[in-house]
Nanobody, 123 residues
């Protein structure tokens, strides 16, 4: 049974930082590209960042480029999203997702999704 469990969300002031974690189990983690997505109230889910199985290649949404960093440790079956210079518009539920591919994924076609962690940014 595949599980993706996000943690690290919380309340932070604008300009602050948070690091989200996603612990994976039940899958061969190193065979999966990992992504982070987010969904704000009343809005559609949007892509945030993705990383290849090796961690060598990453891709970011323009809205977070230069502020967020995705990374992974295959020995720990974990992917992180380091978020800095947070803005009120970053407030959302953040989800991690796994896609079995050795390429850099595009779109929302991921195989597994976590339950999400809430990030609240106060202005």
């Amino acid at each position: 049974q595949v599980q993706l469990v996000e943690s690290g969300g919380g309340l932070v002031q604008a300009g602050g930082s948070l690091r989200l974690s996603c612990a994976a189990s039940g899958l061969t983690f190193s065979s999966y590209a990992m992504g982070w997505f987010r969904q704000a109230p009343g809005k559609e889910r949007e892509f945030v960042a993705t990383v290849t199985w090796s961690g060598d290649y990453t891709y970011y949404a323009d809205s977070v480029k230069g502020r967020f960093t995705i990374s992974r440790d295959n020995a720990k079956n974990t992917v992180w999203l380091q978020m800095s210079s947070l803005k009120p518009e970053d407030m959302a539920v953040y989800y991690c997702a796994a896609k079995r591919t050795y390429l850099l994924p595009t779109g929302f076609d991921y195989d597994y999704w976590g339950q999400g962690t809430q990030v609240t940014v106060s202005s």
